[in-house]
C-alpha cells in the first residue's frame, strides 16, 4: 500500500456551482414558502438557479476530468457491484452519488422550467406565463408547487446519505467539496480544463437565460 496523500478531486467550478446552488435553493424555499424577502427575491433566485443548471449540465460534458458525466454515470453492473462492495471507491462521484447528482439536476432544472410558467393569479407571473394559456399556466403551476415538495424529500435524502457514509463507512463527502481534495493511497490528480472554459460556458448560459425572460412579460408586481 502506497503512502496516503492529497489528491485533487473537484475543480472550482464544481465546488462553486455546487454551493452556489445550495444558497439559490435555500433563498426559493425561504421566499416562497416562508415568506422571507419578496417574491421579486424568488425569482431571482430562479433565474440564477436554471444558469447553474446549464452551466453544470454543460460543465458535465466539457469540463475537469471528475466533472464529467462521462467519468461517473456508470450502468447497473457498476451499481450493483458498488453497492455489494465488490469495486472501490472511486476519486471522483461514486455511482450512487452519479444517480443523486442526475435526480437533482433534473429536478432543479424541472423546478427553474415550471417556474417560468407558473403564476400566483393575483400579482406575480412567471417571464413566460403569458405567452400560454390560464389553464396551462395552472398546470405548471401546480406542477412547480409538487416539484418544491420532491426537492425537499430528495435534499433530506442526500443530507441523509453525506451522514450515512461518514458513520458507517467514515468517508467523508463533505470538506472535499469545500476545499477540491481527498486523502488517498492511489490515483491520481485530476485533469483540469482550460482555465477560460468555465467563465465562458457560464457567461453564455446567463446570457441565455437573461434572453429568455427579457423575451417573456415581466412579472406585474415589483
Known amino acids: 500500500m502506497s503512502t496516503p496523500r492529497r489528491i485533487r478531486v473537484w475543480d472550482w467550478p464544481v465546488r462553486l456551482t455546487h454551493w452556489a446552488l445550495v444558497v439559490c ?3 426559493l424555499y425561504a421566499t ?3 415568506g422571507l424577502l419578496t417574491m421579486r427575491w424568488h425569482f431571482w433566485f430562479g433565474y440564477a438557479t436554471l444558469t447553474l443548471v446549464l452551466f453544470r ?5 466539457v469540463g475537469s476530468e471528475h466533472a464529467r458525466f462521462s467519468d461517473f454515470v456508470r450502468g447497473p453492473r457498476k451499481l450493483y457491484a458498488y453497492l455489494r462492495g465488490t469495486t472501490p471507491a472511486p476519486l471522483g462521484h461514486n455511482p450512487l452519488g452519479a444517480l443523486a447528482v442526475l435526480a437533482m439536476l433534473a429536478l432543479l432544472l424541472a423546478q ?5 410558467f407558473s403564476n400566483d393569479e393575483i400579482e406575480w407571473y412567471g417571464p413566460l406565463s403569458e405567452r400560454i394559456s390560464s389553464v396551462a399556466s395552472e398546470r405548471w403551476t401546480d406542477w412547480h408547487h409538487l416539484g418544491q415538495q420532491i426537492l425537499l424529500v430528495v435534499v433530506a435524502l442526500h443530507v441523509v446519505a453525506i451522514a450515512g457514509y461518514w458513520l458507517k463507512r ?3 463527502l463533505l470538506t472535499p467539496m469545500l476545499h477540491g481534495h481527498k486523502t488517498r493511497s492511489d490515483g ?5 480544463a482550460a482555465p ?25 408586481a415589483y
Open 32 to 34: 416562497g414558502e416562508y
Open 57 to 61: 449540465i454543460g460543465w458535465g460534458f
Open 196 to 220: 477560460w472554459l468555465a467563465p465562458t460556458l457560464f457567461v453564455l448560459c446567463a446570457g441565455a437565460v437573461a434572453l429568455l425572460v427579457w423575451w417573456g412579460p415581466p412579472p406585474l
Open 112 to 116: 427553474a422550467i415550471s417556474g417560468l
Open 170 to 172: 467514515r468517508e467523508d
Open 25 to 27: 435553493v435555500a433563498g
Open 188 to 192: 491520481a490528480d485530476a485533469r483540469w
